[in-house]
């Protein structure tokens, strides 16, 4: 079975990662979306709400399943017995800093990165841009599944101390 992982922080997952996720499926008999679950790291979504939204928004990809992990992606690509590693790219900075970690990846387990050039639609898209435009009352809703865009409205809202909206 060819197997590979999709990593990410996913905070939140925007159609861009299930894009990549989903064209992940042609290639590969089973897809691992991998969501860093770093805990020093400052996040909107904690690990357990980024694992739940990405559960859902793959809930109709039936060789899709996701996981959590913290520490290298290589240590979880080895205890999951995975060979390849498959990433997005929007643009060429994204190239060379998704090509030094290949190599790094490569060099620390037997593993592969395939990279796959994001849809043009979805270019632009980065869950930090996503985050920053939704903070400033920007619609994002047609860049995140609709129950990811109530939650980072609801989110949002509470951050401000005005509950949900």
Known sequence: ???????????????????????????????????????????????????????????????????????????????????A?????????DFDYELQMAQMNASLADVETVFVPTSPEYSFLASSLVKEVAAFGGDVSALVPGFVNDLLVARLAERRGSGPA
């Not at 679950?37 to 939204?53: C, Y």
């Not at 590693?85 to 900075?93: F, P, T």
């Open 85 to 93: 590693i498959v990433k997005g790219l929007r643009a060429v900075s």
């Open 1 to 83: 079975m060819r197997r590979c992982v999709c990593p990410g922080s996913f905070d939140p997952v925007t159609l861009g990662h299930l894009d990549i996720v989903q064209r992940a499926t042609t290639l590969f008999d089973e897809v691992v979306v991998a969501v860093g679950v770093n805990a020093s790291k400052n996040r909107l979504f904690s690990a357990d709400e980024r694992l739940d939204m990405l559960r859902r928004a793959c809930a109709d990809l039936p060789t899709v399943r996701v996981e959590g992990f913290t520490g290298l992606l290589t240590d979880f690509c080895q205890a999951q017995g995975v060979r």
